[in-house]
Nanobody, 121 residues
Framework: QVQLVESGGGLVQAGGSLRLSCVAS????????MGWYRQAPGKQRELVAN???????NYLDSTKGRFTISRDNAKNTVYLQMNSLKPEDTAVYYC???????????????WGQGTLVTVSS
C-alpha cells in the first residue's frame, strides 16, 4: 500500500557530497516522523537523522554539522544532504517513515529498500 523509494546514493571521494531523497508513494493520509538509518558491513543499523512532522530534527553525533535532513510534506519526501563525507560514512542508507495509510488506525512503520553510499579515501 505504501512504499518508500530512495535515490541519490553512489560513489564519492572523501570530502565530497551526496544528496539522498526518499518519496512515499501509495495511499498516504499523513506521515509522522521521517528519517534515515544506515548499516555498514558487520555493524548494526543506526539512526543517522530524523525529522518530525513539525520539523524537529535529531542527528547521530558523528554527522552533526555535516549532514542536514529536511522534508517536503506536500511531496511526502525526505532528503538527506551529506557534506564532508568520510570513508566511515560508507553504508547502505535506509529511509524510514511512520505513515498513516488506508486500513490502519495507527501509524505504520515503513522502510525503503536501501541505497548504497560508498566514500573512497
Amino acid at each position: 500500500q505504501v512504499q518508500l523509494v530512495e535515490s541519490g546514493g553512489g560513489l564519492v571521494q572523501a570530502g565530497g557530497s551526496l544528496r539522498l531523497s526518499c518519496v512515499a508513494s501509495g495511499i498516504v493520509f499523513s506521515i509522522n516522523t521521517m528519517g534515515w538509518y544506515r548499516q555498514a558491513p558487520g555493524k548494526q543499523r543506526e539512526l543517522v537523522a530524523n525529522v518530525s512532522s513539525g520539523g524537529s530534527t535529531n542527528y547521530l553525533d558523528s554527522t552533526k554539522g555535516r549532514f542536514t535532513i529536511s522534508r517536503d510534506n506536500a511531496k511526502n519526501t525526505v532528503y538527506l544532504q551529506m557534506n564532508s563525507l568520510k570513508p566511515e560514512d560508507t553504508a547502505v542508507y535506509y529511509c524510514n517513515a511512520k505513515v498513516m495509510t488506508i486500513g490502519y488506525y495507527t501509524y505504520l512503520e515503513v522502510w525503503g529498500q536501501g541505497t548504497l553510499v560508498t566514500v573512497s579515501s
